[in-house]
């Protein structure tokens, strides 16, 4: 019994790239210099699997072919950073994956906007990025998901992927579960750029492409917060496309619901934002649903596979019964109780730095705590 169905990979592996701009963009303008996209993956995430080499779970068989690669951001959006990195991925016609932080997305909508407006694809990596996520604690693990998710789906304003990354890749038999109870795809990673660590364009660009090279391709990690990754990215697509390597782009056949509690709290976080703004006028931000970036009906389309893979025992069913129920947008008894307290400190913490969770600072928080994932 085969876990993954494939239609006609074999044929799609062989095909040439495709210079691929989305119905919603322009026609890429350069398609001779261009990576292009080889072939969509088109996910099933209804059984909550599991991609990629860094976990100690049981895993889904690898759906790329030698030399494929799968470009994946984690950690932004920050535009200063986005926004080259949208550029470089734009002159050489290819597409990615962008694992965004739910408080980060909230502060930089726009590029949300802006980043699913051309054609890539947009899942969810927690709403404020916490570095263990499997020791904090089931209740407020989950709660860092969902309100991951319901803030990055109410940036974008339109339906995101079920697609998600742990942060640190910290996962865990009972959260895993949980996402699979809310047929939620998560990725790790096959190979890791070391942006986090390495500041200098040139050795980033040497170290990836060696590693992807090391690795036949596979799932590859950067992070759009980071300046090297941006200065870099150019120089590592050139190399790709030098040393034939092809592009699979993923995407999803069904889009996450957000936990309809958190999406009310978020609103009103927002709403509270703008009405506060003193001095300035009162901005109406655009969040009216964009229409998705489809595919459909596009001639340059590339070919697609389809992946649907079956479910997974990946727990224990007693820590599977925990695990899946889901969290309350409001907390109460211990939970709450705690939370409570956590947010206390974290108030006395953040008045002491006269930080203020408005402010740009989230961006080096998280920078800083990323640790290489
Ligand atoms: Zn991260």
């Known amino acids: 019994m085969t876990r993954i169905f494939l239609v006609a990979v074999a044929f799609f592996l062989a095909a040439a790239p495709v210079p691929f701009a989305s119905a919603t963009e322009k026609r890429c303008s350069n398609p001779d210099a ?31 072919g030698p030399k494929e690669v799968v470009l994946t951001f984690d950690d932004g959006p920050m535009p200063r950073y986005t926004k080259p990195i949208l550029e470089a991925l734009d002159k050489f016609c290819t597409k990615a994956t962008f694992f965004y932080v739910g408080r980060m997305a909230m502060a930089y909508p726009s590029m949300v906007k ?35 998710i319901a803030a990055v789906e109410l940036a974008a304003g339109q339906p995101i992927a079920p697609f998600f990354r742990f942060p640190g890749l910290s996962d865990s ?45 596979g799932i590859v990690l950067f992070h759009d917060i980071k300046r090297s990754t941006a200065k870099a990215l150019p120089t590592i697509l050139a190399q790709l496309k030098k040393r034939g390597y092809k592009v699979v782009h993923l995407r999803t056949k069904s889009q996450v619901t957000p936990i309809a509690g958190f999406t009310s709290q978020l609103e009103k976080k927002r709403d509270r934002k703008q009405a506060s703004r003193k001095g300035k006028p009162k901005l ?18 590339p070919p697609l596979t389809e992946l649907a893979p079956e479910p997974r025992q990946r727990v224990k069913s007693s820590a599977e019964a925990a695990a899946t129920a889901p969290p309350q947008s409001s907390l109460s008894g211990d939970d709450a109780t705690s939370v409570r307290r956590t947010r206390r400190s974290r108030r006395r913490r953040a008045s002491k730095k006269k930080v203020s969770t408005a402010s740009p ?8 705590a990323v640790r290489g994932y």
């Open 284 to 301: 109406v931000p655009i969040y009216e649903a964009i229409a998705p970036a489809t595919l459909a009906g596009d001639d340059d389309e």
């Open 34 to 64: 261009a990576l292009g996209v080889s072939r969509i993956v088109e996910i099933d995430t209804k059984a909550g699997p599991l991609f990629g080499d860094f976990s100690k779970y049981e895993r889904e068989p690898r759906f790329l």
């Open 114 to 148: 802006k980043v699913m407006s051309r054609g890539h694809t947009v899942g969810t990596h927690t709403w404020s990025h916490p570095l263990n996520l499997r020791r904090r604690g089931l209740a407020r693990a989950k709660d860092q998901i969902e309100r991951g």
């Open 361 to 368: 600072e989230p961006v080096s928080t998280i920078s800083s």
């Open 173 to 217: 038999g009972p959260l895993l579960a949980y996402l699979q109870s809310r047929g939620i795809a998560t990725f790790t990673v096959d190979v890791v750029s070391n942006d986090s660590y390495i500041s200098s364009p040139s050795r980033l660009a040497k170290h990836t492409i060696a590693e992807i090279e090391r690795n036949d391709g």
